[in-house]
Structure formats: C-alpha cells, structure tokens
C-alpha cells in the first residue's frame, strides 16, 4: 500500500513554498524513481499519454502542435510522433501523425494503439498496429458525426475528442472534449468500420448521478470532460471494473457501471482544498511498475516499489484554483481526496501502470 502518511502536507504548505522544480522529481523512500526516457530525436517534445501494448510502452509527443491541428508556433510543425519503446527505455519505433495526439490506449484485440488527435474541434481517430506492413500500420478514420459538425444530435458538441479507454470486450470509449453545446455526450463509444469512426453517446455531460459521499442523487453538470480510465476488477475496489471519467476543470471524477453513474469531488491536502486532476490509474497488481510522463522535462520517469494492488495515483493540474502540476497524488477513491507521493515534477501528465 501506498504510505502516504508519513510524507503529507498541508495544501496551504505546499502551495506557498512551490519553487523551481528539482533537477528530479522525489519519490517516498521505499520507493525508486529512474529516467525511462527522454526525448527521442530533436525536434521532437511534449509528451503527454502514455499506453502499453503487447510488451512495449507508447508514448505521444505533441510538438506543441495546437487543440485544433494548427502547426507550433515555434517549429511550424502540424504533426505529433507516435513513440514506441522496449521495457529497458530503448526506441523500438516511431510514427507522425497529423495534428495533436491527446489520447491514447492499447487495444490488443486489434493489435494496434488507438489514438486520438486535437481536442477542441477538427478531431479524428487513428489505429496504429507495429506488427503490419509498414504501409498499412497507420489507419486514419474520420468521426461521423464530426463532433464540432453542425447538427442537434447529443453527439454534436462543439468540441473535439480527448482520452481513450479500450474496454476487455473490444469496446472503445472516448472523452468527448471542450464542448460548447449543451446538452451534449460526455463520452462517445466508438465503432471502427472501412475509414469511419463511428460515434454513439454513452452518458451526456447533465445526466444523473449519485454522490459518492452523500449517496443523494444529482444532476451533473460537467464543462471539461478530459482523461478516463478503467478502475481494475477483482481487487476489492468498490469501483472496480468501472469506467472513470477525469471531468478536469469540474473538479470532479464520474464513475461509470452500466447506465449508473457516481460523481466523486475531489479534494487536495489536510486542508481539503478543491482540486483537479490531468489523469489517474490504478495498480491492477502488487509490485505493479509505474511510468510517469514529465511534459516540460520531456522525461518519463519509471518507478518502482510496494505498490499494492488497487493503489490509485493522479497527476495534479490545479488546487484550490492554482496551478500544481508538479506533483503525481495518491487517490483515495472512497472520499476523493488527494496527498502528495511524488513531487517535483515540472508538469506531471500521463500516468500508466504495468504489472
């Protein structure tokens, strides 16, 4: 189990002595934090998701392309890189792709990386398989419905795509990102057919929920649907085998099982200051590996020790309205609270834990 105790601190500390971050991020005693890896080429910068397929690990890198597609200010570039790596950090493969990657996830069904690109609008899907031909191993599909495409429909937005989740059944989920429409779905399932990603909505973003505190009903009211993830079955995880959604600057976590769902606010430190997260993964085992991805450093950090199975991290983005992205919390998935495991970080982004 995580021991977070003995290193937790006021959110009011924290926040009134954060500095320029250290040369590395610190991890608790028990527990050991190396470089993974770092940038594989130059030019090549801004990680953010993490995945793992079939023995390797992916990671995307941005290249400060925009939330739309527009090319970096700096490089001009329009295209984010696909980078895949062994377990001892060595570069296996790597793929550009068009526009900005924001969310990825294995899916070993397909053999392939699904992969989602640019959030705010102009959105579209690709699947990557290593294993093909390497003229047939990038796949584009473009959504129908665009979610920014006019229509009425719960599935137009206004927004873009963000995080994927790929479910044990094959079933590909998607955050439904920066919507401007309300009404509209919060998360999209999607079907892969010829060149079409095909949308349907799951839950919409004013649907009913339970408070996981209070247990009395309520009706969301969700603005930033961000990263998900799928909380480990068999665990003894009150949520376990559900979907999650990070509503990021709701400051708030969505737990989905079947058509039920749970809201859960989150909150930072001793002093229970409301807080927001960028992403969160549980261990699916004792002595599971964690990968941290470092945007700013351009690093990816790999940690080991006494994880237990169930333990949850998150990666911080705000608390109490503030910017505290340099620190990766433990998650209490019972109350929704947040304390510091790993800090340091220049900006703590996505988390992945292999068994």
Not at 64 to 88: D, F, M, N, R, W
Not at 109 to 126: C, I, M, Q
Not at 133 to 156: C, E, I, K
Not at 250 to 278: C, H, M, W
Request: proline fraction near 6%.
């Amino acid at each position: 189990m995580i021991p977070t105790k003995p290193f937790l601190l006021s959110a009011a500390v924290l926040l009134g002595t954060a500095g320029p971050a250290a040369a590395r991020p610190v991890a608790p005693p028990a527990f050991k934090l190396k470089v993974f890896a770092g940038a594989p080429s130059h030019g090549i910068s801004a990680p953010d998701d993490i995945t793992y397929l079939n023995g390797h690990v992916y990671v995307a890198w941005q290249n400060g392309v925009g939330t739309k597609g527009e090319p970096a200010a700096k490089t001009h570039t329009a295209t984010s890189q696909l980078v895949e790596y062994a377990k001892s950090g060595r570069v296996v493969n790597s793929w550009s792709l068009a526009g900005k990657i924001d969310g990825i996830a294995g899916a070993p069904g397909l053999k392939a990386v699904v992969a989602t690109a640019n959030e705010d609008g102009n959105s579209h899907l690709f699947t990557i398989r290593p294993s093909a031909r390497r003229s047939r191993q990038v796949h584009l599909y473009r959504y129908a419905p665009a979610p920014d495409s006019r229509g009425t429909s719960m599935v137009h937005t206004g927004g873009g795509t963000d995080a994927v989740t790929v479910l044990a059944n094959g079933r590909i989920l998607v955050s439904a990102s920066a919507p401007s429409r309300r009404p509209a779905t919060a998360t999209f399932r999607v079907i892969l057919h010829g060149t079409t990603a095909h949308l349907f909505p799951m839950f919409s973003d004013n649907a009913k929920a339970t408070d996981a505190l209070t247990g009395t009903s309520v009706k969301l009211h969700l603005t930033d649907p961000d990263s998900n993830a799928l909380v480990p079955a068999g665990l003894g995880d009150p949520f376990g085998g559900q979907y999650v959604l990070d509503s990021q600057g709701d400051r708030q976590v969505i737990f989905a099982k079947g058509g039920a769902l749970t809201r859960e606010k989150l909150t930072y430190g001793d002093n229970s200051v409301p807080a927001s997260i960028d992403d969160v993964r549980w261990a699916p085992a004792d002595n599971s590996t964690l990968y941290v991805v470092d945007a700013k450093a351009n690093t990816i950090y790999r940690v080991t020790g006494p994880f237990s199975a169930d333990d949850a991290l998150a990666s911080m983005d705000t608390v109490g309205g503030k910017t505290f992205g340099g620190t990766v919390a433990s998650f209490n998935d019972g109350d929704g609270s947040l304390t510091p495991f790993i800090t340091g970080c220049k900006a703590a982004k996505g988390l992945l834990f292999i068994r």
